[in-house]
């Protein structure tokens, strides 16, 4: 028998039980759309830093909205880069039904600062500059509270600069406050409590506001000297002051952030994509089975057996390459079915008009496959081509699409060109006197 | 079984047959969308907010669509597409120049409930308009250079001629596409552009195949007439290219029947793009290359030029 054949199907075999073991021991992910979840796409407005700076802006906006992630208790979620732009975030949430308190989370800035009240509470901005003969003192600024529930805010004249700032802070949790109303405490680093016993010493029974991403959260009064710890009042609910505790941890965004894109996929939906998409895969295969049996015979056993080898050689790529399976990438698989038929047609029916030409088995073989593999290099190449420009999308889905049919492809070559010759040669060994091709051909 | 045995088709005799009605179907696609005023495109490609909601029983589509555009601007109410018969809509509307996509999501949902309370909703999805016109670049710029490296590559592997007939066979067929869509008054979304990626990459294969046959005889029969040349090829190819694309059309049949509504516009964009994809390599592109070769030699001189061979 020839070694070389035998030589090339052990690699076969070789290649085959290194899939089956990648399948195995490693879990194929599934995308969001499959699973269920929700995905936003935030855009970090960097306008106001220089241009140099941006890049370490949109980083660092990344990281700290990962810590406030990781702090609500959602760790499998990094916050990606996205898009060609460079300054638009994907943040992927798997479980996740209802963003819109994530959203919140996400979205707010939390600068948090302590100023000195000069003057208030006023009706309105008119109103406090009124008070002041239209001009505003030199360092000083006009804030407004938070409205309330009925919509009622008032403005305040605080001084310019703050005495604390949210960088100041060495941690922030959430305790009961009064009446039911929880508050946020957090407690100050060595230096700025410093300060801030000072200040306080220095203006007992006065107003002092804080401010949250430039609005007043409350303005107590100052009791007494207070060194390192304090609290915030103001939060609507305990939902509000856990946020606002998480947000003052992980610390204050460097830029402003939006959200561009929401989607939000019910596991059921995910469950229903999967289900159709298997199911369109296996009648898809079955279909395109029953007709390769019919019209090439034996030949078509080659080709069913090299279809199944392609998708499981596909699988196992995509597992190994740690890709995320998405219903895009269904629809990728279930078109490289579509390439892997084509490749086998294109290789069967030159082999068939080698045999009419006169051609003895092998030499039809020989010949098919050959003639065969130019085209077959050029159709995919094309192929790869188009694909490569999908790439120009910054959309993942697509990327998805078109990563697993680039990965198709290739497999499809190796199953197509070489495995179905591997197969081909063994037929032709086994029947050394005479031996015929079963492809469908009457001779 | 064996199709097209020995077949000897004069399909460059015949090709007004086929390109004819394929021309009213272009012309008609572009009135289609000139009277539409483009693409009926999808919030991917606008910007909005999309939810997929199932209702227990058949949908009021009418009581639903008043009860949103009461509250909602640019509202679209329609049933989503599904071989299981189950009752699901898919709802769409404007996003608000200030507004957040939150708010609309709550607005939706009461709008709802006000028709009944028996749905549950699936998914939502919101696109700020900024993100819509960078994926209309991207599409351009996608199917722009998908065009311009095929024409590079099949200009290195054959000759420039071959590049530029397969690109106008390849641009007939996105644009009859396009316009079956706009016909069939289909939205086009960012996954019908994958699908014409993915078709326009079909339809290449197509032309290749022949192409490839084509430059084969040439070298073998370098005497015959071109246009002999292309219908041997053709009919040596046929089997290969009615099979192929069968089989490709079963899967891409499977994928629009049992692949489930999300997959619905891929799937026909698929379907239309392989059948109009197989036509246009045997009636578009070959009637281009032998266009251009018989005025080629009218120009010149008054023998058949001999074909160079390419790169193999």
Redesign the interface.
Known sequence: MNRGLIRKTFIILAIVVASAFAIVRLPLRLGL?LKGGASL?L?VHVEDASPEQQRDVVEQTRQILERRINAYGLSEAPIQPY?S?GNELLVQLPGVHD??RI?NLLQSRAVLEWYSIEGGPYASTEDAMAQHQGILPYGRKILATRPEADGRRAWYVVAGRPIIRGTDLRDARVAAGTMDRPVTTFILSQDAAGRFEQFTRANIGRRSAIVLDQEILSVPVIEEVIRDSGQIRGARNREEAEDLAVNLRSGALPAAI?????????A??GA??I???V???A???A??VA??L??YRWAGVNATLVLFLNGLLLIAALTCFGAVLT??GI?GV??T???A??SN??IF?RI??EL?AGKSAAGALAAGFS?AF??LV??H???V??????F????P??KG??AT?VIGLTTNLFTSVFVSRVAFDWELSRRRSNPELSI???R | ??LF?DAHFDFLGRKWWFLLPSFVLILAGLASLIAKGGPRYSIDFLGGAVT?VRWEGAPPIERIRAALSSRLGGVSVVAAHDSTGSNEILVSVQLPATGD??AV?QTIYEALSTVSTGY?????????P??GA??RR??F???A??SA??LL??GW?FRIVYGVAAVVAMAHDALMTIGLFSLLNQEFS??V??AL??L???S??DT??VF?RIR?NRRAHGREPLAETINRSIN??L??TV??S???L??????L????Q??HG?SLA?VIGIIVGTFSSIFVASPILLAWEQRRTRWTAPHISMPTGGV?
Not at chain 1, 385 to 390: D, T
């Open positions: 759309d796409i855009k898009g732009r963003a819109s959203k939006e959200v561009v894109q929401e989607r939000t996929v019910e059921s939906l229903d994509s289900h159709d998409g199911r369109a895969g009648i898809g295969l279909a395109v007709v390769m019919s019209y219903l895009p629809a279930v078109l079915i579509g390439m038929v084509d047609v294109l029916e068939r008009e009419r003639k130019a085209t050029d159709t190449v094309t192929t081509v188009s694909c490569a420009f999908l120009f999308f910054g959309t889905a697509v699409f078109a049919l469908g051909v009457a | 079984m064996e045995k997929d996509a939150t999501r549950s909703n699936r998914s939502f999805e919101a696109i700020g900024q993100i960078d994926l991207q599409a710029m996608a199917t250079g998908a490296g095929m590559y099949l592997r960012l996954t552009v994958a990626l993915t326009i990459g079909y290449m294969n290749i195949v490839d084969e040596q190819t089997s290969r099979l192929t069968g089989l490709t079963l899967s891409a049949l499977s994928l029947f049992f692949g489930g999300v997959l891929f698929l193999r």
